[in-house]
């Protein structure tokens, strides 16, 4: 959605099952809707993510890419897809389960400054900010190591974890309408997630301690 407001028909129609109504008179981003749909994906480990809204980086703006990447000669990793094939309706938990079992995942922290107000807007997340103008650089690696993820206390754990855009130094914060909204619905959803739980929101301090993780090999260190 180009902003917070168009949320809103977008929704209703959603739950009327009327999104082609919807889409009929927003062909951009009926575009943007048809290509995501339209992916494949394999392996969450072998996945580009970007922030697609923007966020500060000190007096400027930026958005941001994390990038799969081989562990060893640091190449840039596609996903061939092959995972979808399953018929395993869980095949993306399974796939990571497998992939995390014996071998780390890497990734690249690239940022997208922005570098023509003009044609890169704040307030919009749909226009994509061009590459050939502001290309994505590399500024930090992210190792994931080898472990078993899916025992009973890292379920929990991960249940009660609450994420927000927002846990950020002032000079790292969201950007823009959307991200504005986010604050307020993250906050409400984690309150009443937690709620249901009936588990108090806490800061985590560490991961939790089970005989189901292995330290594995060393992660591998950024440039």
Not at 45 to 51: A, G, I, R, T, V
Not at 61 to 86: H, N
Not at 150 to 173: I, K, T, Y
Request: aromatic share 8%; with cysteine.
């Amino acid at each position: 959605m180009r902003n917070a407001a168009d949320y809103v028909p977008f929704v209703a129609a959603e739950a009327r099952d009327r999104l082609d109504r919807f889409f009929a008179t927003r062909p951009h981003e009926a575009a943007i809707a048809a290509a995501t749909g339209a992916q494949v994906i394999g392996n969450v480990l072998d996945q580009s993510y970007f922030s697609m809204t923007a966020y500060r980086l000190g007096r400027g703006a930026v958005k941001y890419r994390v990038r799969p990447v081989a562990c060893d000669t640091r190449t840039p990793i596609a996903d061939d897809g092959r995972g979808a094939a399953s018929a395993d309706p869980n095949y993306l938990r399974a796939g990571l389960a497998a992939r995390l079992d014996t071998t780390p995942a890497c990734f690249d922290f690239m940022v997208q400054p922005r570098r023509v107000p003009a044609q890169m807007p704040v307030e919009d997340p749909t226009v994509r900010w061009s590459e050939t103008e502001a290309p994505f650089v590399t500024v930090a690696t992210i190792t994931i190591p080898p472990q078993r993820f899916d025992a009973a206390a890292e379920r929990s754990f991960c249940e009660n974890l609450s994420f927000s855009p927002w846990h950020s130094l002032p000079e790292h914060r969201p950007l823009g309408g959307i991200n504005r909204v986010r604050r307020a619905v993250y906050e409400t959803i984690s309150t009443l997630r937690h709620q249901l739980n009936r588990t108090p929101r806490s800061e985590p301090t560490a991961l939790p301690a089970s005989g189901h993780r292995r330290a594995g090999p060393p992660p591998t260190r950024g440039d």
